[in-house]
Every structure is written in C-alpha cells, then in structure tokens.
C-alpha cells in the first residue's frame, strides 16, 4: 500500500489523482508552478511543492525539481497524469534510481510504444493491422520522398516522437513533399528534440476510434470497450464518445482482440491506448499506442463503471485487476466535450485571464473534471483546456439531448470559451446522426459539410 504519491502535473488531471488518492486513504503531494500557487489541485491534495517558475521547463518538465520534491516528502509513487513527463522513460528510470514507484508502464515498453515508428514495427510483428508505410525510420527528405513513391500519394509525414498533432503534415504530390517533411521535421525537432521521422499512407478524413487497456503486473489484460474521437480540429480532440456510432459489436471485438495482443506483445502493465483510424470501407488500422491515461479516461469510467486512476494506482502496488476481462460491459453512452479557453471566432486564439464567475450543470449521469472556481486566473503558460463536461445516458440520442441541456446550463464569465462552439457541434446534423469523420470540423469551418455550416456560434444555446 502506498502511503504517499506525488502528482507530478496540475490542473483537473491533477485535481482527479488527488480525489482518486483521498478515496483510497493515501496522502496526495502537488506540485506547482509560481504561476500555479493559487491553482485547485493545491487545496484538494494533502501537501504542497513549489517546484519553479511558470515556464513547463522550469517546472513541470523539470525532472530534478520533482524527484527531489518527492524524496523531501517520503513520497513512495509518482503518478505524471497526461502529458509534461508521463511518456518520458528518462523521468521512469529516474524515479526508479530513486526508490519511486512510476505509475505507469516501464520505460523499455515506453520507448518500444512511445516513440511511434518503432511501435508500427513492433505491430506489424505481432501481426496487428497496421496502415501501409514505412517499417524503417526516415531522416532525410529525399529519402522520405522515395519511400513515399512506393507507398503511394497522399502521404502522411509522422514524428517518431510526437504526440497533440505535432510534427504531422500531409503531401498530397511528390512536389510538395520536401516542403511538408522539412516543415514537420523541425516541428518535431522543436517540440520533442527527435528529427526521426516515418510516412505512411494518408486516409482521408476516416474515424478515430480508440481502445481503452488496463494490465496489470499478472498477465491479465483487460480491454474496456471503445472511444470514437472523430470530432478533431489540427489533431486536437474536441468531443469523445463511447460506444462510438461507426463500430458494429463485431468490429469492437476485434480491435480488442488487437489490442489486448499489442498489449501482451510487450508485456504492457497499467493503463494505455491502443488508437485505430477506420475506414469508409470499416477496415482498421492500428495508428499509435499512447503509454499513460487519456484526457478522456472519464468516457470510459462512465459506461464501464471502472475507475481507471484508482485502478492505475492499485496495479502499481502489484495488485491484480479489481475486475475479470469477461466482467466488462459497456452500458448505456457517454459523451464527453472538452471546453477550452479560446476564441472560436478569432481562429480559436487563447483567452487566459480571470474567471470572475462559474455554474457547472449537475444531475444525474453529469460530470464535469475541471480545476477552474469564481476568482480562479487562466494562465497563458498552459494548454487552453479548462474543463471536460461528460454526461451518461441509456441511449446516445439521451445522451446528446442530455449533453445540450449541461451545456446550455454552463456558465463561465471573464474570459472567452468555446462554449456556444461545442453547443452548435452537439446540435449539428452530421455529429448527431454519428457521421462525423476527422474532417468534420475542417468542413464545417470551410462550410463545405453536406449537412450545412454550422450557425453563428456566438448565438443564444437554447
């Protein structure tokens, strides 16, 4: 049993480890930023760490300020959360030099599933479906630009290393492919300080479909049904659902049977993604394997009703699963909008600053993750998302009328959200009749949907 984690992260994601650890009686230590001091995590979580100034780099990303923080606590574990250090094998083995359980897989499985053409490699052995493209990594244009005649255009360029959208450009033509490879390769460089890059075959606009996994140190691997997150805007997820509307029963069994494979493949323990793209045609192709939990974890708590960070927590005690493979079952829909503090109307710019008031909708089948409150200020140092409103139903169609009435009912005064956005989204045609593809959004923006542009989104939600 651990007595102490360190939350190596902050806002809700932060804010939810500390709720998970108080429901199973182990002290939760926050860490944060200068600019974070008066951030919610710190008042849930049991102590508190100042690790640096506002920068990522100064603080969130900084491995030593951490571990140190977690050895002056007597911390036992670290728990990254998602994104800063939590696929970051570096940071694993840091921890484990000193004496601190990572919650979270190993780092050799990291560095196998992380770095994303070394994971295509690693399927394509274990016999997964894998989308045609390169087996072996690419540093140079002119190679790419061999490798991507023989795949066939378009083409998309991947970072090794990346993750959020980064690093990724499509060639539609071998004359613009130099162009877009050097664009994605010094985006990659920037971001994840990793030039490698891959190419495969570009499917145009085909769903997102994900599979939750949770392992544990025991041989068992769980799979715990699907996540469709189609509606994406530059590779940023908007809106997730589970079970998603363009997967049969048969297809779901299958992409589990795939990645409860992919999982054992590489003796994976804790929680991961196995993430798919789907064709027109209801052929799946496995994309990457994201080694941590996902921002959209909650989906998949609603219609399992698994908690998935207690279950991270007890599995990196070498507690077996609380639950049988055969035990899961998915109930009823769950829909989750992410809300962001961004302007829409001014191409989704950043809008940080002082939350003067917040109503969160509740009621039953409602949740909303969030670590904002009345008096709370945005800072412009982090990601834009501030809250993540899910709701739970025995149908979608419930589900979708439930998800407008907790939007409608959301109020956040002081600084600009995406609100009425995501109102118009849910409301649309094309995502309510569960056609929505990756180029939902993109079409919408350039009002060339079938279903029509969608309307002013600064008009009243009801």
Same mark, same amino acid.
Request: glycine share 8%; aromatic share 6%.
């Given at each position: 049993?651990? =007595?102490?984690?360190?939350?190596?992260?902050?806002?809700?994601?932060?804010?939810?480890?500390?709720?998970?650890?108080?429901?199973?009686?182990?002290?939760?230590?926050?860490?944060?930023?200068?600019?974070?001091?008066?951030?919610?995590?710190?008042?849930?979580?049991?102590?508190?760490?100042?690790?640096?100034?506002?920068?990522?780099?100064?603080?969130?990303?900084?491995?030593?300020?951490?571990?140190?923080?977690?050895?002056?606590?007597?911390?036992?574990?670290?728990?990254?959360?998602?994104?800063?250090?939590?696929?970051?094998?570096?940071?694993?083995?840091?921890?484990?030099?000193?004496?601190?359980?990572?919650?979270?897989?190993?780092?050799?499985?990291?560095?196998?599933?992380?770095?994303?053409?070394?994971?295509?490699?690693?399927?394509?052995?274990?016999?997964?479906?894998?989308?045609?493209?390169?087996?072996?990594?690419?540093?140079?244009?002119?190679?790419?630009?061999?490798?991507?005649?023989?795949?066939?255009?378009?083409?998309?360029?991947?970072?090794?290393?990346?993750?959020?959208?980064?690093?990724?450009?499509?060639?539609?033509?071998?004359?613009?492919?130099?162009?877009?490879?050097?664009?994605?390769?010094?985006?990659?460089?920037?971001?994840?300080?990793?030039?490698?890059?891959?190419?495969?075959?570009?499917?145009?606009?085909?769903?997102?479909?994900?599979?939750?996994?949770?392992?544990?140190?025991?041989?068992?691997?769980?799979?715990?049904?699907?996540?469709?997150?189609?509606?994406?805007?530059?590779?940023?997820?908007?809106?997730?659902?589970?079970?998603?509307?363009?997967?049969?029963?048969?297809?779901?069994?299958?992409?589990?049977?795939?990645?409860?494979?992919?999982?054992?493949?590489?003796?994976?323990?804790?929680?991961?993604?196995?993430?798919?793209?789907?064709?027109?045609?209801?052929?799946?192709?496995?994309?990457?394997? =994201?080694?941590?939990?996902?921002?959209?974890?909650?989906?998949?708590?609603?219609?399992?009703?698994?908690?998935?960070?207690?279950?991270?927590?007890?599995?990196?005690?070498?507690?077996?699963?609380?639950?049988?493979?055969?035990?899961?079952?998915?109930?009823?829909?769950?829909?989750?909008?992410?809300?962001?503090?961004?302007?829409?109307?001014?191409?989704?710019?950043?809008?940080?600053?002082?939350?003067?008031?917040?109503?969160?909708?509740?009621?039953?089948?409602?949740?909303?993750?969030?670590?904002?409150?009345?008096?709370?200020?945005?800072?412009?140092?982090?990601?834009?998302?501030?809250?993540?409103?899910?709701?739970?139903?025995?149908?979608?169609?419930?589900?979708?009328?439930?998800?407008?009435?907790?939007?409608?009912?959301?109020?956040?005064?002081?600084?600009?959200?995406?609100?009425?956005?995501?109102?118009?989204?849910?409301?649309?045609?094309?995502?309510?009749?569960?056609?929505?593809?990756?180029?939902?959004?993109?079409?919408?923006?350039?009002?060339?949907?079938?279903?029509?542009?969608?309307?002013?989104?600064?008009?009243?939600?009801?």
């Amino acid at each position: 049993m651990f =007595n102490k984690i360190l939350i190596a992260n902050r806002g809700e994601i932060a804010v939810r480890i500390a709720r998970a650890c108080r429901n199973m009686g182990i002290r939760s230590v926050a860490v944060y930023s200068k600019e974070d001091e008066k951030s919610l995590h710190l008042q849930i979580a049991d102590q508190r760490v100042c690790i640096g100034e506002g920068p990522s780099r100064e603080s969130y990303l900084n491995m030593d300020r951490i571990i140190m923080a977690a050895k002056n606590v007597g911390a036992d574990a670290v728990h990254p959360g998602f994104g800063f250090l939590s696929e970051n094998s570096e940071f694993v083995r840091r921890c484990q030099e000193n004496g601190l359980t990572f919650i979270g897989p190993s780092p050799e499985v990291i560095d196998k599933m992380g770095n994303k053409s070394q994971a295509r490699i690693t399927m394509m052995e274990a016999g997964v479906p894998v989308v045609p493209g390169t087996k072996e990594p690419v540093y140079q244009a002119e190679r790419g630009k061999e490798l991507a005649e023989e795949i066939g255009y378009p083409v998309m360029i991947k970072a090794s290393s990346g993750g959020g959208g980064k690093g990724m450009r499509v060639a539609e033509s071998e004359d613009e492919f130099e162009f877009q490879f050097n664009m994605a390769q010094r985006e990659s460089a920037n971001a994840f300080g990793d030039d490698t890059m891959y190419i495969e075959r570009f499917i145009q606009n085909p769903r997102h479909v994900e599979i939750q996994i949770m392992a544990d140190t025991h041989g068992t691997v769980a799979a715990l049904g699907e996540r469709d997150c189609s509606v994406q805007r530059n590779h940023q997820k908007l809106i997730e659902e589970s079970p998603s509307p363009a997967v049969s029963l048969e297809t779901r069994k299958e992409m589990e049977r795939y990645a409860v494979m992919a999982a054992k493949a590489v003796g994976y323990t804790n929680a991961g993604t196995i993430e798919y793209i789907v064709d027109r045609q209801g052929r799946f192709y496995f994309m990457e394997m =994201n080694t941590r939990i996902q921002v959209e974890h909650g989906v998949t708590e609603m219609v399992t009703g698994v908690d998935l960070i207690m279950e991270q927590i007890r599995v990196a005690m070498g507690e077996p699963l609380s639950f049988s493979p055969e035990e899961v079952q998915i109930r009823g829909h769950a829909i989750e909008c992410r809300i962001n503090a961004e302007i829409p109307e001014k191409n989704f710019m950043p809008s940080p600053g002082l939350v003067e008031k917040i109503h969160l909708p509740a009621g039953c089948g409602v949740r909303v993750d969030t670590a904002l409150y009345g008096g709370y200020r945005i800072p412009s140092e982090y990601d834009s998302m501030i809250a993540k409103v899910m709701v739970h139903a025995p149908s979608r169609q419930e589900a979708l009328m439930k998800m407008r009435a907790a939007l409608d009912e959301m109020v956040i005064l002081g600084v600009e959200t995406n609100l009425d956005f995501q109102y118009q989204l849910i409301k649309h045609p094309t995502f309510a009749e569960g056609e929505a593809d990756t180029g939902f959004i993109e079409a919408l923006m350039g009002g060339k949907s079938q279903a029509g542009r969608m309307e002013d989104p600064g008009v009243d939600r009801r």
